[in-house]
Nanobody, 115 residues
Framework: QGQLVASGGGLVQPGESLKLSCAAS????????VGWYRQAPGKERELVAT???????NYADFVKGRFTVSRDKAGNMLFLQMSNLKPEDTAVYYC?????????WGQGTQVTVSS
């Protein structure tokens, strides 16, 4: 049985940084992580950042210049470096992985930005 695990969340103050990691294990390693999404209470899940297999990146306007998505050389882990965090960045952050036309969502990691 496999899992897609997002980690690295926590409670930080405005202006601080966090780095999220997404890793697959077991049978889930067939799926390759390609993006980060987030969902705040009472809101829809929204795209944060994606990275194609070729390395092209795409960012939501509200994180441009503050967040950076990257991948390990093997392509099995996806990272999200978050800087200058704001209270409105508070949400559960999810990693999405794909295998062909199939997608796999891991459990999220909570990011809370509060003074």
């Amino acid at each position: 049985q496999g899992q897609l695990v997002a980690s690295g969340g926590g409670l930080v103050q405005p202006g601080e940084s966090l780095k999220l990691s997404c890793a697959a294990s077991g049978s889930a390693t067939r799926f390759k992580p390609v993006g980060w999404y987030r969902q705040a209470p009472g809101k829809e899940r929204e795209l944060v950042a994606t990275m194609s297999f070729g390395g092209d990146t795409n960012y939501a306007d509200f994180v441009k210049g503050r967040f950076t998505v990257s991948r390990d050389k093997a392509g099995n882990m996806l990272f999200l470096q978050m800087s200058n965090l704001k209270p409105e960045d508070t949400a559960v952050y999810y990693c999405r992985a794909v295998l062909g036309s199939y997608e796999y969502w891991g459990q999220g990691t909570q990011v809370t930005v509060s003074s």
